[in-house]
């Protein structure tokens, strides 16, 4: 049976009651601003600690925490890609972001994630690019062997909410 559950919403990730939630994080996985800042604040100060075990994590890479205060069990910290015009592999490290954090995501028998969207806020990603290559990722991993039946693609405002619903039906299914 194919697995087709990909949805937009707009909203707060750090109150989804999903398996895990995916953090936009930097390099240093220490916190920063965005989503980043409201996932460690909504964690609690023992995400902190636990990341600074982790040694940061390269731009495309993910790691994996437990979720602490948050409704999730587990997050998964991924970077994100600068955007520097479109010439230094921006898209190909963004399709890894995803595809990194969905195996983290199965590694721990999860069901459902929720992404928000990576590298479009400060890190200047085009909006309508970046959310082609989600929909696409993840809709590759619902049609996968994986553990995911239920992806969430969190809009941090309604523009972002509709770029992604765009994506959502410009970007043909897999057959």
């Not at 994590?57 to 409704?71: D, K, M, N, V």
Request: one cysteine or more; aromatic letters at 6%.
């Amino acid at each position: 049976m194919e697995k087709q559950d990909l949805s937009v919403w707009q909203g707060d990730i750090t109150r989804l009651s999903v398996d895990v939630i995916v953090n936009a994080a930097n390099e240093s996985l220490l916190g920063g601003g965005g989503v980043d800042g409201a996932i460690h604040r909504a964690a609690g100060p023992e995400l902190l600690t636990h990341c600074r075990r982790l040694g940061g994590c390269p731009t495309g890479e993910a790691r994996l925490t437990p979720g602490f205060r948050l409704p999730a069990r587990w997050i998964v910290h991924t970077v994100g890609p600068v955007w520097r015009g479109g010439g230094h592999q921006e898209a190909d490290l963004l399709a890894a972001c995803y595809r990194n954090s969905l195996v983290l995501a199965d590694q721990q028998a999860a069901s459902s994630i929720a992404f928000p969207a990576i590298s479009c806020g400060v890190y200047g990603f085009p909006a309508e690019a970046a959310a082609q290559i989600a929909v696409a990722e993840c809709r590759r991993a619902l049609e996968s062997p994986l553990s995911i039946e239920r992806i969430v693609l969190v809009a941090f405002d309604v523009k972002m909410a509709a770029v992604l619903t765009a994506a959502m039906q410009a970007t043909p299914r897999n057959p």
